[in-house]
């Protein structure tokens, strides 16, 4: 299991790359108090996230307010390999909807659609 440092970095990796997406994060410490901090609570709701963009799509049920719980969930519960695990398969679900649509827009710029 990583330290808190290497997390600390990820997330700020992973902050820089969704900000470059236009998907811009925001933290203040009221949104923290709607996050859940029991452990087994967070990994259920992030498992819903998971389950729920499957089926919706991953921008559409991953916005502003879950991925500051995804965020939050991670840097609260840094010890926990189950919210690691769930948190980051729902930003790497949102991530790739993300490019998917990118390329979209860009291939259907190129053809002047």
Known sequence: MAGAGSVEEMMARLKQRFKAAG????TDAAE??????????CVTQLKTYVKLCSNMGASFVINGKARNEIFDS???????????????????????DVQKDARKKRSNYQRGV
């Open 32 to 41: 923290n108090s709607n996050l859940v901090e029991d452990e087994s609570r």
């Open 23 to 26: 998907l811009e994060t925001k």
């Open 74 to 96: 991670i840097r609260i519960h840094v010890n926990s390999s189950n919210v690691l695990i769930q948190a980051l398969t729902c930003l790497n679900l949102l991530l790739i």
